[in-house]
Structure formats: C-alpha cells, structure tokens
C-alpha cells in the first residue's frame, strides 16, 4: 500500500467517482458528512484540507480527510463541527494506519465519531454513546407505528405533538430561505452555549460561513437545510439541518423558551421526519448524544468510536497525558488540572483559536 497527500482541488474525475463508489458501497458513509460537496463547503469556509490517498498499485482503495495540527496530530476537517467522519473506503477494504508508508503523512490521528467499523484500519478507541437514527426507510408513518409500538411515552409525546402541528395557528415551513430565522437560530444557539457553559463556536467565522455556504448549496450531497415552525405567526422553533442523498442530519435545532410548554421543537422534529421521508430520505441522524428527547425518537443507535491514533512519540505522550488527567479528574480540586489542560488543547486545536 502506498499513500500520497493531496490538496481537495487536486483530486482527478477518477478519485471523485472512486470516492463516490466507497459511499455508495457502505451505508455507514451515506451521512453528508462524508460527501465531497461538505469538504468543499468546508474548505471554503476555512481552508487547509488535506486528503491522504490510498492506493495498491494502479487501485485507489481509499480516502482520509484531515486537517493538520499541532506537533503533527491531525483531526477532523472541521473540528467540533463534524458530528462524523473517517476513512472513506469500501466496506471490504483495509487500510493499516499503522503501515510504515503512511508515517510521514500521519503521527496521529484524534478521532470522536468513526464508523464502528473503521477499527479494521486501527481506528480503535473506545466504543461511545453512538449516533441515533430515525429509520424513514418505509415511510414516516411506518416510523411513527414502530415506534408507537416500543414506547408508552412515545405515544403520549406524538399525541401531543400531533395536536399542535394540527392546529390550524400551527405553520411549519422547510427547506426555506428565510435570514431572519436563520439569524434567530444562531442567537439562540449562542445563548444556549452560554447558559451550558461552552464554548460558542460562532465567536469564530468559519463555522458561521459554512452554514450560509451549505444554505446557499443546491447538490444534494451536500445542502443546509433551514426548517421553522410558527404558532400564531411567532416563531416557536428553528432548525438548521443537512442532507445527503439519503440522511438528513439534525445539526442546530433550537426553540423560543415561550414556547417550551407547547413543545415547539420537538413537533418540529416531528414535522422534519415527516418531510425528509417526502423527499424520499431513508434517515435522520440525530447525532451522538443519550439525552432524553434522542432516545424518545430514535428507532435505533449505530456505535461510534472514539479515541487517538498514536504514531510518533508526540502524539504517543499526549494521548497518554490525556488519558491519565481523565482518570484522575473525579478526584476533583486542584488534581483535576491536568484533565482541564488536556481538554483545553483539544478545543483549542479543534476549533483553531486560543479563546477556545
């Protein structure tokens, strides 16, 4: 196996449909995420991908999307913005990341969501919380009935749900054009990062403009899509969401608190899936993540793993660095330090910026 490092604008016809291919052959790729459209937005929006090619002899047999950082450690092309990513392959192909060849391209790898199936290329880690799915795969309403049928509370919440978004004062709008909603969105984002104490990623320009890039794209591999519901003519609930050709991602929901009681968001997640199954979508992905309104909706949760790569002696002190102030931070007190630097370094070289 040999490995060559390339610029996205220097991949040829004959990478682009053998990318194509790798997708289309494993349904673990289908998320947007993995498209070559999102990784053009990206770039866009903040330049510097880099792809390593994989090839035996004349074959290219895979594909890895990386941004390089610190000391040599590379991370997904859009830090905490890519809710997945990976090696782009086909679902038979191994890749030994580990092989001497691939070295100098690649000291290490930081990963927090690959396919469960990329352990095969020593993407081991550790399994997580895994990405919930929405199967839309026989329709909205076979949804709606499997789920029915699992869940008690599921049928309280449709019940509910159902009534508002049957009630004539109820509006819901999607895949719309609309700067005003979009603008709200990321208030109320903003405002929600504050309140949880994170970092707000839109103290930076780069995520910002990739979604107004990803809102202004018509590939379907590819495209924002801006969903609303209004009651009485208010905005109740806004979301911005991405698809592919058969997932829709749900990626920046949010809800005006007046309107919590009436559950306006989660009857726009409804009303989303409702829509997606239209276009023909097989699924939604709600992202990782066990909060309570994910499991309510998911028909299933596919495993994710995550972890670091570890070649050069670097990256090999800096995940162990990593994995010792993760051990000790229950300790809590000044014994946590060494947790709060190394989560400190992630954001900072995730996002890009020092205020991280």
């Not at 929006?45 to 390593?52: E, M």
């Not at 352990?119 to 880690?125: E, I, K, N």
Request: aromatic share 10%; with cysteine; net charge positive.
């Amino acid at each position: 196996m040999k490995v060559s490092s390339l610029l996205l604008k220097t991949l040829s016809d004959a990478d682009r449909t053998a990318w194509a291919d790798f997708r289309q052959q494993d349904p673990l790729l289908a998320s947007p995420y993995f498209s070559l459209a999102y990784l053009e937005a990206v770039e866009k929006a903040r330049p510097g991908i880099d792809i390593l090619r994989f090839t035996e002899g004349d074959t290219v047999i895979g594909f890895l999307p990386i941004r390089k950082g610190w000391f040599g450690t590379t991370r997904p092309v859009a830090g905490p913005m890519d809710d997945l990513h990976g090696v782009i392959a086909a679902p038979s192909a191994v890749i030994d990341l580990h092989a001497p060849d691939i070295a100098p391209h690649l000291s290490g790898y930081t990963f927090s969501a690959v396919p469960f199936n990329q352990r095969r290329h020593g993407l081991h880690g550790s399994a997580s919380e895994g990405n919930q799915v929405l199967d839309l795969s026989n329709g909205f309403d076979a949804y709606i009935d499997a789920r029915a049928a699992f869940s008690s509370n599921f049928r309280r919440t449709w019940r509910k749900v159902g009534r508002l978004l049957q009630d004539k004062r109820t509006v819901t709008r999607h895949q719309i054009n609309d700067p005003a909603s979009f603008t709200r969105l990321i208030d109320l984002k903003r405002t929600a990062f504050e309140t949880a104490g994170y970092f707000d990623l839109f103290t930076l320009d780069w995520p910002l403009d990739l979604l107004e890039t990803l809102a202004a794209s018509s590939n379907p591999d590819a495209q924002g899509i801006l969903s609303k519901l209004e009651i009485d003519g208010e905005l109740a609930a806004v979301c911005f969401c991405m698809r592919s050709e058969h997932v829709l991602h749900y990626w920046f929901p949010a809800y005006e608190a007046k309107f919590q009681s009436h559950k306006a968001g989660l009857a726009l997640l409804f009303s989303l899936a409702d829509w997606a199954a239209s276009q023909g979508l097989q699924e939604m992905h709600l992202g990782l993540g066990n909060t309570q309104y994910k499991r309510l909706m998911a028909s299933y949760r596919v495993p994710v793993r995550q972890g670091a790569l570890a070649i050069g002696p670097a990256q090999k002190v800096g995940t162990r660095f990593t994995r010792w102030g993760a051990g000790i931070e229950p300790k809590g007190g000044l014994r946590s330090l060494p947790s709060k630097l190394a989560r400190k370094y992630e954001r900072v070289a995730l996002a890009g910026k020092l205020s991280a």
